[in-house]
């Protein structure tokens, strides 16, 4: 069975402070990482993909990828209580044609 | 609009109805996806459209499901005999390169 493992949470941070979401996946083979934040009774926006080892920045978000690990992580610099959300983690199993593998999701708290 | 659209918004039926879901992907996107999410669950692949075939429908629970493409353009998922199991949100994404995007979903409540 190909999974995606997140953490629950909650996972709950200052306001200002770095977030920092992990995810593993069990398919070698997999070649497309993504995240997707969603808010509470809306579908998921995709905020970042990443495809090669190492670091991808955007803005206030980073994902990084270790595929010797099987290891997705996203960190988010200053964090606003706006980012307050579950943050799901996704792998494309597939090959190729996009089918992802969701995780559970984290969620995220970001207090004043 | 430039993003995925779906119809209906909410869906309350009774159980053993029919029910029909709608979606409209983004212009130009080949691909389209059906995913459904329980309450409090992470999202369950259900089938895959390229054009109008549908080469991976392996995420259908039951042959209660069933999905159809037309034009390349808009999809509709059919659940006969609805049972209170197949309540949930369902979700139509759809791509043209890497990475989905997600319409607004259906929520179906089956009494």
């Known amino acids: 069975q190909k999974e995606v493992e997140q953490n629950s949470g909650p996972l709950s941070v200052p306001e200002g402070a770095i977030a920092s979401l992990n995810c593993t996946y069990s398919?070698?083979?997999?070649?497309?990482f993504f995240w997707y934040r969603q808010y509470s009774g809306k579908s998921p926006e995709l905020i970042m993909s990443?495809?090669?080892?190492g670091d991808k920045e955007d803005g206030r978000f980073t994902a990084q990828l270790n595929k010797a690990s099987q290891y997705v992580s996203l960190l988010i610099r200053d964090s606003q209580p706006s980012d307050s959300a579950t943050y799901l983690c996704?792998?494309?199993?597939?090959?190729?044609?996009?089918?992802?593998?969701f995780g559970a999701g984290t969620r995220l708290a970001v207090h004043p | 609009g430039a993003g995925v659209s779906q119809s209906p918004s909410n869906k309350v039926t009774e159980k053993g109805k029919d029910v029909e879901l709608r979606c409209d992907p983004i212009?130009?996107?080949?691909?389209l996806y059906w995913y459904r999410q329980s309450l409090g669950q992470g999202l369950e692949f259900l089938i895959y459209f390229q054009g109008n075939s549908a080469p991976d429908k392996s995420g259908l629970p039951s042959d209660r499901f069933s999905a159809e493409r037309t034009g390349g353009s808009v999809s509709t998922l059919t659940i006969q005999r609805t049972q209170q199991e197949d309540s949930a949100v369902y979700l139509c994404a759809s791509s043209r390169d890497r990475g989905l995007f997600f319409g607004p979903g259906t929520r179906l409540t089956v009494l």
């Open positions: 398919d070698r083979g997999s070649q497309s």
């Open positions: 212009s130009g996107h080949t691909a």
């Open positions: 996704a792998a494309d199993l597939s090959g190729g044609y996009n089918k992802l593998i």
């Open positions: 990443i495809y090669s080892n």
